[in-house]
Structure formats: structure tokens, C-alpha cells
Nanobody, 126 residues
Framework: QVRLVESGGGSVHSGGSLRLTCAAP????????LAWFRQTPGTRREGVAS?????????YYADSVKGRVTISRDNANNTMYLEMNSLKPEDTAMYYCAATIWVCTAAFKETNFDSWGQGTQVTVSS
């Protein structure tokens, strides 16, 4: 497991942008599949985007965010990013970063991830 710390959440108007950051201050991301999940009260956590550990990392996106978000990673600095554009009110949620030694898949299987951050809140107003 690796300790993860998210930042960058906030409140924006519809159509705005945010950049979320996930850092591993005491460990390394090398070799891990990294992902962003989000959750609203009373709902299940859903996968948003993931990026695998390869030299040319593959990325996966939920249909609800395709074309609006970009996930990236900087292994040298143990940092992962989620660039979110054209935000909508339905993007409002607590966003969590996660890591796993398992390979990334488009299924965003939450139980595969054993390292989680504390979350950062994103609020989009109409």
C-alpha cells in the first residue's frame, strides 16, 4: 500500500475547469495502476479515469467524462493529475485517487484498489 493525498478540489460554475492532484509523499507510484473515483452521498463509488504503469501508459475513462477529462502521471515526482474541463453539475462529488498493483482495466473494479486518498470535494454549480 501507498499513502495518497489529493488536492485541487473546489467550487466552480458549470463549464469551468479544475485540476486535481494526487501525490504519494512517502512512497512511489512506479508499477501501480492509478485511478480516480468519485462518490456522492448515498451512491456507490464510481470509476472516473485510470492510467496504467507502462512506459506509454494506457488510459481508461468513464463514458460520463470522456472528452472532458484527462488523466496523467509523473512517476518521477510521484504525482497523478486529473484535468477536468467543461464541468457539469453532475460532476459534483468527492473525488478519490487510488492505486493498485493490478493492471488497469476499463471496469474500474474498486475492490482491486488497496490504496486510497482521503478525497477532495468538487462542487459544480449551474
Amino acid at each position: 500500500q501507498v499513502r495518497l493525498v489529493e488536492s485541487g478540489g473546489g467550487s466552480v460554475h458549470s463549464g469551468g475547469s479544475l485540476r486535481l492532484t494526487c501525490a504519494a509523499p512517502e512512497g512511489t507510484f512506479r508499477g501501480y495502476c492509478l485511478a480516480w473515483f468519485r462518490q456522492t452521498p448515498g451512491t456507490r463509488r464510481e470509476g472516473v479515469a485510470s492510467i496504467d504503469a507502462g512506459g506509454r501508459p494506457r488510459t481508461y475513462y468513464a463514458d460520463s467524462v470522456k472528452g472532458r477529462v484527462t488523466i496523467s502521471r509523473d512517476n518521477a515526482n510521484n504525482t497523478m493529475y486529473l484535468e477536468m474541463n467543461s464541468l457539469k453539475p453532475e460532476d459534483t462529488a468527492m473525488y478519490y485517487c487510488a492505486a493498485t498493483i493490478w493492471v488497469c482495466t476499463a471496469a474500474f473494479k474498486e475492490t482491486n484498489f488497496d490504496s486510497w486518498g482521503q478525497g477532495t470535494q468538487v462542487t459544480v454549480s449551474s
